[in-house]
């Protein structure tokens, strides 16, 4: 019987202060290194512009990280965008810890699988109180809440209207910009 290695995240940084990882597109998911997939112009498109929009809305209540790594127990995905604790200041030695962050989001075509499936099931168990998926394929917001045994116990769809955001919730977000219509 064969068993995989894991890897910590500690190994991870290793590998790539070494330069072993360098010009690849990789995260660390669960111990497994995992490769990314490719932005569509569309994609980046979309993120830009829902960084731009929220800066709009928080200003400097949080900081909008787009792309850059989180630190998990086992993990260092790097989501699409990551509204975090400020001031940016607090990441000069570290990325984003779980109790830094407010709310993650992904922007998913390809990806969808896997935003759905192992990267929502390690935000969870990092306690991240609230993630987002957008769907390109259906165009369709999905909004997940107070994570618990590894799942989220809330699950909203939503493809139009507003939402505010559990840390913020007297700033509502237009859904219609979120999904780029």
Do not use: C
């Not at 112009?41 to 830009?48: A, W």
């Not at 984003?96 to 989001?105: F, G, N, R």
């Amino acid at each position: 019987m064969y068993s995989v290695a894991k890897w910590s995240v500690e190994d991870y940084h290793k590998m790539i202060e070494a330069g072993i990882l360098s010009d690849r597109p990789v995260e660390l998911i669960a111990g497994d290194i995992l490769e990314m997939s490719p932005e569509s112009p569309f994609h980046h498109y979309l993120n830009i512009s829902i960084v731009e929009y929220l800066r709009s809305l928080l200003g400097t209540q949080a900081v909008i990280s787009e792309g850059h790594p989180i630190t998990l127990m086992d993990s260092e995905p790097e989501p699409d965008i990551a509204i975090v604790r400020s001031p940016f200041s607090l990441y000069l030695n570290h990325h984003p810890y779980p109790e830094d962050i407010y709310w993650l989001i992904e922007i998913s075509n390809t990806s969808l699988s896997k935003d759905l499936g192992i990267k929502k099931t390690i935000y969870a168990s990092a306690n991240i109180q609230e993630y987002s998926v957008i769907n390109l394929n259906s165009k369709t917001l999905k909004v997940f809440q107070s994570p618990q045994n590894n799942d989220y116990t809330i699950q909203k769809d939503y493809k139009s209207g507003f939402i505010s955001p559990l840390s913020f919730p007297e700033i509502n977000i237009s859904v219609d910009n979120l999904l780029g219509k």
